[in-house]
């Protein structure tokens, strides 16, 4: 299973030039409206530290590293939720995606054709919520009108109860158990956010109007999780070194990383002379799961794991001092994989 996240906002924000850095693709980015019809897809590489300090060790000929798929989704406007601009194919391509970035315009400039003439980032940020809740409330009286169970029923009320005060799932309160069951509907506003401000390249930050204005958007999302980015900058940074494989741009790891935790997924090793790999995993994954990401042969036939922490690998130097030291575990199908976990599954069909 792949891990999507979409990135939305109004058009011309700078989503496609985000999606063209975090991949390094080269799809359309143009100054005007729904440039972007169909969601461009493309895969974000999550560069990983101890990967390569685990290469020092090993010396392994080839290190692959974990991926997040990316949808570039067109621009959303006011009334998209009724289908205006193609509001509603856009809604639903969203709804495939397990995170949304945010992506919001924090600068003023006379060549960016803004949808809505002047530029208020938090005005923009309150119209594509707008939508986003009112999509949800349309999917919930849906839900409501084709349910089946008193269960359920109790969920989809309480859920029609917030979005109709004009509240974002994700923000409002159910219990552990509720979330799951909430999770399962697959609410746009329930899905965990990150807002990407898309600032200017200024130097001088004190005498701003701008810098103030950002401020004040910082603030109104204090709640909520969101960083910093010159869209520009960092897509030129990332073309400029294009060619250097071992080349990574922290800030755009930055979300990469920031989405990969947004997600609950954590990530286990293994490690040989002709590869080191990354794979990803939900947090509550076991041994018995994670062989299957392998191959499913490989869980068809689990005997069991050898398991040892990534901290012991390195602090012994590799898989023989570790054997030597005693910290390699043998561990079962129901073990929990813990984040870092070097594992070698062993197996007989």
């Known amino acids: 299973m792949g891990f999507k996240c979409g990135i939305i906002g109004f058009p011309n924000v700078g989503k496609s030039t985000l999606f063209n850095s975090l991949t390094s693709m080269n799809v359309n980015s143009k100054n005007f409206p729904f440039c972007t019809i169909e969601p461009n897809i493309g895969k974000a590489i999550l560069f990983d530290e101890r990967i390569e300090l685990l290469q020092s060790i090993v010396k392994s000929k080839k290190n692959t590293y974990s991926t997040i798929d990316f949808f570039d989704i067109a621009g959303l406007i006011k009334n998209s939720y009724k289908g205006e601009g193609l509001g509603n194919k856009f809604l639903s391509q969203i709804r495939l995606s397990n995170a949304l970035l945010h992506v919001v315009l924090c600068f003023q400039n006379k060549d960016i054709f803004h949808i809505n003439g002047n530029i208020s980032p938090i005005n923009?940020?309150?119209t594509i919520n707008t939508e986003l809740i009112l999509s949800d409330l349309l999917l919930c009286e849906k839900y409501i009108k084709n349910q089946d169970e008193k269960k359920e029923s109790c969920i989809l009320e309480k859920c029609f109860k917030y979005l109709n005060e004009g509240n974002l799932l994700r923000k409002s309160h159910f219990s552990e158990v509720e979330k799951k069951e909430v999770q399962?509907?697959?609410?746009?506003?329930f899905k965990p956010t990150i807002?990407?401000?898309n600032k200017n390249e200024?130097?001088?930050r004190l005498h701003n109007t701008e810098c103030k204005k950002l401020e004040k958007v910082k603030s109104y999302l204090k709640s909520e999780k969101f960083i910093t980015i010159c869209i520009k900058k960092e897509f030129l940074d990332c073309r400029k070194n294009l060619n250097n494989q071992y080349y990574k741009n922290k800030k755009l790891n930055q979300i990469i990383y920031l989405t990969y935790k947004m997600l609950n997924l954590k990530t286990f090793f293994t490690v040989g002379e002709k590869e080191i790999k990354s794979w990803t995993i939900k947090k509550d994954c076991n041994a018995?799961?994670?062989?299957k990401k392998i191959h499913s042969d490989i869980q068809r036939g689990f005997i069991r794991a050898e398991v040892v922490s990534y901290k012991d690998y390195?602090?012994?130097?590799g898989i023989k001092n570790a054997r030597n030291f005693g910290k390699i575990r043998l561990e079962g199908k129901n073990y929990i994989i813990k984040d870092g976990?070097?594992?070698k599954f062993l197996f007989k069909i």
């Open 341 to 343: 976990d070097i594992i």
């Open 195 to 197: 807002y990407i401000l």
């Open 202 to 204: 200024n130097k001088n």
């Open 288 to 291: 018995f799961q994670a062989a």
């Open 314 to 317: 390195v602090n012994c130097k």
């Open 184 to 189: 399962k509907l697959n609410f746009l506003t």
């Open 124 to 126: 923009d940020i309150d």
